[in-house]
């Protein structure tokens, strides 16, 4: 039979989803932009992690391996502010890694174009940090549209951003 002074003897409390925190370091080319980061960015995640697997065929059965640790892209969601302050940015970043008319990169020093990317799980009281993650040499690789609509009331405009990045790491992880 469950016991429900046990569970809460052991149970430390959980964390909430909406309390995070997002910090985005655009390359020094793109400048930043005049809104806080934890004010627009609306949705973000915790990084998967994922190691590929090599099948080996062994005797008519299939033995799992360890493959190499791969790192999916990560996905924000951005409310637009009238200053146009991130969307902007990201643009400028997008246009700066390929042009638009001339298909050239602003610099051939492809670092100068990536950066760190940080999101925070946050405490529910005090904004304290119970756990942090960086995604390191991220560039984005897809600015989603604004959808515009006539019937779209009682609504913020709104887009997503995608990231590529080498790898991240945590405040836990070595």
């Known amino acids: 039979m469950a016991n429900i002074t046990k569970f809460m003897g052991q149970f430390r409390g959980g964390t909430r989803p909406n309390r995070f925190r997002v910090i985005l370091t655009y390359p020094g080319l793109v400048g930043s932009p005049n809104v806080q980061d934890e004010i627009v960015v609306t949705a973000a995640s915790i990084p998967e992690s994922t190691i590929g697997r090599i099948d080996v065929p062994y005797m008519g059965r299939t033995i799992p391996l360890p493959g190499t640790r791969q790192f999916p892209d990560w996905t924000i ?13 990201f643009e400028k970043w997008l246009n700066a890694l390929n042009a638009h008319e001339g298909n050239t990169q602003a610099t051939l020093d492809t670092r100068a174009l990536m950066a760190t990317l940080d999101v925070a799980q946050l405490d529910l009281n005090s904004d304290n940090v119970l756990k942090n993650y960086k995604f390191y040499n991220a560039f984005p690789t897809n600015l989603s549209p604004i959808d515009l609509s006539y019937s779209n009331n009682d609504q913020l405009s709104s887009f997503s951003v995608t990231f590529a990045y080498s790898h991240w790491g945590a405040n836990t992880t070595t």
């Open 77 to 89: 969601s951005v409310t637009n502010d009238t200053t146009f302050s991130h969307r902007n940015a």
